[in-house]
């Protein structure tokens, strides 16, 4: 008898296998084994063992090349050989099987073929089968035959709670296309569930098949075919790992299908015979980048279904830019560093939607998180595609922005400040993070966050103060009593006109800066902008716009417009116009003003660069007086005057010097000051001698303000004091004494609450006044700073001293210049002139209006320098630091 040889591809039963040709799969047989059956596998319930026959049987031969001889065949009906099969092991069949139990013999074995060699064969099996008999092998044992086996699942949901990240062992019975297929799933020994499972992460192309609806047949989709011999080649009868995780919405399981070497899903998309799909990227998470990589893998190499593909992204580029402007949750404007400005759009997300009533009410928020984010920031900026022009709006790139390396779009969908786009599936022009996205949108709205929460945002509305010059001074009086206002530069009308948003006070106000004049730039088409007008209006555009900034209010004009200083990045935004030679210096209002020298000064620089509106200036025409050169301590005609100063002075005692910036703390000294005083520290020690209980300790912990008795270390005796900040975990407070200057870090235990009215500020205020020595620049070095601090000490310790108070700050700081009340010397004999000496400061090299006003003090003071320059004193030991 001839021997053939043939690939199984699949196994029936028990007792019959398909087989394949080797050189040829697509041509099939059936062989059943000779003089032997097995149990079956039914739809409506398998026999006894019928399972663990073909199992089996399925184990020995699937996957393998065998070798065959046909001993008979049966003509009736579907043709059906019968033989025996030789293993690669040695081992044959039906003679491994029937000594294992798991065939018996049939009752009419022996009657198709007479022949010795048959004969033989038979007895054989008998032999075999009367020895598994005896030991109750394979379906002659008694019990464990049965196994429940289900052909759907009743309650999916509840089959996915129950199962999800629980791998289930089972055998892919089936194969359909190459994205779907029947698994037989093993739940216990002893119950099975049939179903189909859908591969997670891709779409194969669609097999020939015919329309239930209509009867008619449906061709193949390209690659359709090979896609599904590739699955069914690896996956057929094969025993798989499947992961579920999730329900399709037509109800389906969604599963990841590993066979020992790995998911299917990869090796199907590595051999470009399926697409990633998006639906599943949120059950995947991080797998579904792996799939992404493969399909990329399988792009680049143009292979199944990415033959002939263009690359969509052959003009994607990186680069860094700066952020100027923010014109929705999604779109902003990018300015490169050639200064060329562009709109963009973040790739794969979309601000909240205005047209649906849950979503539109957190656009503001949306904007405003992006805002805070973005604006002013240098970034790294990918183009990921483009959006297509549409009615209304250009065409213009979609981008990924990193800042800090982390993605700006991926923050807005984690916060719910956005939703991800669902692209077409030949859409390429998406974020490379496209299924982060979606799993962040996911996390978000199962966190409720953002536009997903069940609550609207908080509305805020701005109040327009400057809509009227009555409910503008109202505004201006709470204003003007603060200091540095945090602000948002909600739009710029001009160079030195903003509309300004002020949000701890809900206020919207025209803020005009003060001390300057900027050219007026054209409102619209028909008006002309006056010579640098449109230069100094992009200029607060590129610098100010939707900027966080700080503003203190001086006054209000006469159309409610807010009149006063704006600082961006700290920086006197008046000053930066002028720099640039943007504006001019209104004389009158900026002498009145404290900034009155800086601004006088950045003109001049400007003049001396002949920039902007000064590119024709010509100093020789112009009347003005010669600086004297202060070695770096810029004056200007001006504002020097050599009119007589008004002196105030005040006899003082220096009472704590700070180590890191040498400011003072200052007690007035006269006889109702320091009798009040005295007459109060007696009081109060007496009293904390022996308080009553209630008052031994705080009944609650402290917070930063708070007016306290602190009993300094030092003496052990009690003062007033105030709080400036607390640790609740270690139970100790930072607390400055209201009437020395000086602070410490106290124990709790040793605050006490100052609730007596004779005790109070109201009583007698705080004696220790801020103050700081007028004209000088201390080091930075922190060596140098702790030498001059203790040269302070030693000239100002435990004397009494005369103050000349020559500016005072809106703040109460006093700058002052001291004397000691002993001293016949003139103002060459000042404190402030024995530190110069001393080289343990320099002349300020940023002279303030009023330090610039007393020229010949400060000229003074620059003998001093140069003298201890030359003697290599403190700071100049090592020459001059200033030239570097």
């Not at 792996?290 to 399909?295: D, G």
């Not at 900026?381 to 297509?388: E, L, R, Y």
């Not at 610098?543 to 961006?568: M, N, S």
Request: some cysteine; charged content about 30%; hydrophobic content about 35%.
């Amino acid at each position: 008898m001839p021997i053939n040889q043939a690939k199984v591809k699949s196994v029936l039963s028990g007792d019959t296998l398909i087989l394949a040709s080797v050189n040829n799969p697509a041509q099939e047989r059936t062989l059943s084994l000779a003089y032997v059956s097995a149990p079956r596998l039914k739809r409506e319930g398998d026999e006894p063992f019928a399972f663990h026959s073909r199992d089996y049987l399925r184990r020995m031969t699937v996957g393998k090349v065998i070798q065959f001889t046909i001993l008979y065949s049966i003509p009736t009906g579907a043709k059906r050989d019968y033989g025996t099969v030789y293993l690669q092991t040695g081992q044959s069949l039906p003679d491994a099987a029937a000594a294992e139990g798991w065939v018996k013999l049939r009752e009419d074995a022996g009657r198709k073929d007479e022949s010795e060699a048959s004969k033989a064969l038979l007895e054989k099996l008998e032999l075999a089968e009367a020895s598994a008999k005896a030991s109750s092998k394979g379906i002659w044992a008694s019990t464990g035959g049965n196994i429940e086996n289900a052909n759907e699942i009743a309650d999916p949901k509840g089959f996915v709670e129950q199962y999800k990240d629980k791998p289930i062992e089972g055998i892919v019975e089936r194969v359909l296309t190459g994205d779907r297929m029947i698994v037989r799933l093993y739940l216990s020994s002893k119950k099975h569930v049939q179903t189909m499972v859908l591969v997670a992460g891709i779409r194969a192309p669609a097999t020939k098949r015919t329309n239930p609806s209509d009867g008619k047949e449906q061709v193949a989709e390209p690659f359709g075919p090979e896609a599904h011999e590739f699955v069914e080649s690896r996956l057929l009868q094969r025993t798989v790992q499947v992961d579920v995780l999730g329900l399709s919405p037509q109800g389906t399981l969604v599963c990841t299908v590993k066979h020992p070497n790995g998911s299917i899903a990869k090796f199907l998309l590595e051999a470009g015979l399926a697409r990633c799909t998006d639906f599943h990227s949120t059950m995947l998470g991080g797998q579904m980048s792996v799939l992404r990589q493969a399909e990329k893998q399988a792009k680049d190499k143009r292979i199944g279904l990415f033959q002939g593909l263009a690359n969509s992204m052959q003009g994607a580029s990186e680069a860094d830019a700066t952020v100027t402007r923010i014109q929705t949750a999604d779109t902003v404007y990018l300015r490169d560093k050639s200064g060329d400005e562009k709109r963009v759009s973040l790739s794969s997300i979309r601000q909240p939607k205005p047209t649906d009533a849950k979503q539109a009410p957190f656009q503001a928020e949306a904007k405003e998180f992006l805002r805070k984010k973005l604006i002013g920031k240098h970034v790294r900026v990918t183009v990921d595609g483009q959006k297509a022009a549409t009615e209304g709006f250009e065409e213009r790139d979609v981008v990924t922005i990193m800042i800090n390396n982390r993605n700006m779009a991926l923050q807005l969908v984690e916060a719910g400040y956005a939703s991800v786009i669902r692209h077409r599936r030949d859409d390429e022009d998406r974020s490379p993070a496209y299924d982060e996205l979606l799993t962040a949108e996911e996390a978000a709205q199962k966190g409720e966050k953002g536009m997903w929460s069940p609550r609207p945002p908080a509305a805020k509305a701005y109040q327009d103060y400057s809509e009227s010059l009555q409910k503008a001074k109202i505004q201006s009086s709470v204003l003007q009593r603060q200091k540095k206002i945090p602000a948002i530069v909600d739009f710029v009308k001009g160079g030195s006109r903003f509309t300004i948003l002020v949000p701890r006070e809900n206020a919207k106000l025209t803020f005009v800066l003060s001390g300057i004049r900027a050219p007026r730039s054209a409102r619209n088409a028909n008006e002309k902008s006056e010579p640098f007008g449109q230069e100094a209006h992009d200029f607060a555009n590129r610098r100010c716009l939707q900027r966080d900034v700080e503003i203190d209010v001086e006054a209000t004009d006469k159309i409610g417009a807010f009149i006063g200083t704006l600082y961006i990045n700290r920086e006197n935004f008046a000053k930066l116009l002028l720099e640039e030679g943007f504006a001019t210096v209104h004389t009158y209002s900026a002498e009145q003003s404290e900034h009155g020298g800086e601004l006088f000064a950045a003109e001049e620089k400007a003049k001396a660069a002949k920039k902007g509106i000064w590119k024709d200036y010509d100093p020789s025409i112009e009347d003005g007086v010669d600086d004297p050169n202060l070695n770096g301590a810029t004056t200007n005609g001006h504002i020097e005057s050599s009119a007589p100063v008004k002196k105030d002075y005040r006899d003082v005692v220096v009472t704590h010097i700070d180590p890191t910036t040498a400011h003072l703390k200052l007690q007035l000294i006269g006889p109702t000051t320091s009798a009040a005083l005295t007459g109060l520290m007696t009081t109060f020690a007496n009293y904390h001698r022996s308080p009553p209980s209630s008052e031994k300790s705080l009944p609650n912990p402290p917070k930063a303000g708070d007016l306290v008795a602190a009993r300094f270390s030092e003496d052990g005796e009690w003062y007033r004091a105030r709080i400036r900040r607390n640790d609740r975990e270690a139970k100790k407070a930072d607390v400055i004494f209201l009437d020395y200057g000086n602070s410490e870090t106290l124990p709790w235990s040793e605050l006490r609450p100052m609730s007596q009215p004779q005790f109070s500020l109201g009583k007698l205020k705080a004696q220790a006044l801020d103050a700081a020595l007028s004209f000088l620049q201390f080091p930075t070095s922190a060596e140098y700073m702790a030498d001059a601090v203790k040269f302070l000490q030693q000239v100002t310790g435990e004397k009494q001293l005369v103050a000349s108070v020559d500016f005072e700050e809106k703040d109460g700081t006093l700058w002052t210049t001291l004397f000691d009340a002993e001293s016949e010397g003139g103002e060459e004999a000042s404190v402030n002139a024995e530190v110069v000496a001393e080289g343990a400061a320099m002349v300020s090299r940023k002279l303030k209006g009023w330090e610039k006003a007393r020229g010949k003090i400060v000229e003074g003071l620059m003998v001093k320098e140069e003298e201890a320059k030359g003697e290599r004193l403190g700071i100049w030991e090592y020459g001059d630091l200033t030239e570097d």
